[in-house]
């Protein structure tokens, strides 16, 4: 009983030292394949997009990842 609930225990304060490094997502430019508009988003837009510039730290697409 003891060994079980140390392996829980374990397990919680490793899941929670990985949870705290965890970055929020990044933010990229995507261009539109149909007439080259720019938007911003953390996720693909859809087959009509791809991937423009990025990675930026911000909503706005004006602050760049440093190193990347």
Request: with cysteine; glycine share 8%; charged share 20%.
């Amino acid at each position: 009983m003891k060994t079980t609930i140390r392996l829980c225990l374990t397990l919680v304060i490793a899941s929670l030292a990985a949870a705290s490094m965890a970055a929020p997502a990044s933010w990229f430019q995507w261009r539109s394949k149909l007439d080259g508009k720019l938007a911003c988003s953390q996720t693909p837009l859809g087959a009509g997009w791809e991937k423009a510039t990025g990675p930026y730290r911000d909503s706005h697409c004006t602050k760049l990842v440093a190193g990347k």
